[in-house]
């Protein structure tokens, strides 16, 4: 079966993982980011299968896309750059990537914690402006994590997976999940509770329809005013307005975002040049050991699908 790669350049730039595992498949031809519509339906000629991570694949690509094509295999967990729907009536299968960013995703929550709490970037450059100098803890405040509240939005995997990393920091952990999971160490409130009693607030949900800015001028009215915002989940999440207004006028203490609403950001994203504000490029997924685990599983779904035993299909 011929194997079609659009974007190998989103997962590896300098071949730090492999993607020899999809050699056993039969041919495969790999790009370093094929997205014009065009290019991407020539390329598709004699293809059984699509592997994808941020190539859009919108419904008129996949409506001219070859009967060949069986399987558009995402090397990710979301998969909103796909019509998934377009390829079901097409009798297209799509499979994606569940899980493998968990460890990855909650480090860097509570990376960005840590970071707010200890300061740790007001530290790097008060000591890159004045050199060594003790004071510097005194005169940049710094807290323990240990007694401190996290409060999470989202129970799946990486929520879990953060609240376990903060029970072991010595935090009290409290949750709002759509639906009641009795896990030790967490208490589920209601989602304003979660905002009154959270010195942080981890988003891990997903992006839908429901939750779509669920962080917003009221959320954040129900915070305290020592609190930080933290989300590595999707930047669609929070009202980036209301996020800098409240930022600003000092009714929460700041945030720390790896995702924002439209990456990269526009120039008149409020949040960009805020002091209280931490922002990394979305890079909560790409730890090495990550981003092989993803092609792994990727390549292992490609074989249940064509064992007849297909897994984590999402049509």
């Not at 730090?16 to 997205?35: K, P, W």
């Not at 079901?88 to 990376?111: C, D, E, H, M, W």
Request: proline share 4%.
């Amino acid at each position: 079966m011929k194997i079609l790669v659009l974007d190998k350049n989103t997962t590896t730039v300098n071949d730090d993982i492999s993607f020899r595992g999809f050699e056993q498949f039969g041919e495969m031809v790999i790009h370093e980011n094929l997205n014009e519509p065009e290019a991407i339906i020539s390329a598709t000629k004699g293809v059984g299968v699509i592997v994808v991570n941020k190539v859009y694949l919108t419904e008129v690509i996949i409506n001219r896309l070859p009967d060949s094509v069986k399987l558009i295999a995402i090397t990710a967990t979301g998969y909103d750059n796909v019509d998934v729907a377009a390829a079901a009536k097409r009798g297209i299968k799509v499979a994606n990537v569940p899980g493998y960013g968990t460890n990855a995703v909650s480090q860097l929550v509570i990376f960005l914690m840590l970071s707010c709490a200890i300061q740790f970037v007001p530290q790097l450059d008060y000591m890159r402006e004045k050199g060594w100098d003790k004071m510097a803890g005194l005169a940049i405040p710094m807290h323990e994590l240990a007694g401190k509240t996290l409060g999470i939005i989202g129970l799946g995997e990486i929520g879990i997976a953060t609240a376990k990393l903060a029970l072991a920091f010595g935090m009290k952990v409290v949750a709002y999940n759509r639906s009641i999971k009795n896990i030790e160490g967490i208490k589920q409130l209601e989602l304003y509770e979660v905002a009154k009693e959270a010195d942080f607030i981890s988003l891990n949900c997903a992006l839908t329809k429901d939750t779509a800015k669920i962080i917003n001028e009221e959320f954040l009215r129900h915070m305290k005013p020592t609190a930080y915002l933290i989300n590595a989940a999707r930047g669609g999440l929070v009202d980036e307005i209301a996020l800098s207004l409240a930022i600003k006028n000092k009714q929460i203490a700041g945030a720390a975002l790896d995702v924002l609403s439209s990456e990269p950001p526009l120039p008149d994203n409020p949040l960009l040049g805020l002091d209280n504000v931490l922002l990394t490029p979305h890079i909560g997924w790409a730890p090495v050991e990550a981003r092989q685990r993803c092609i792994d599983i990727t390549v292992a779904n490609i074989a249940a699908f064509i064992d007849g035993k297909p897994v984590n299909l999402l049509n």
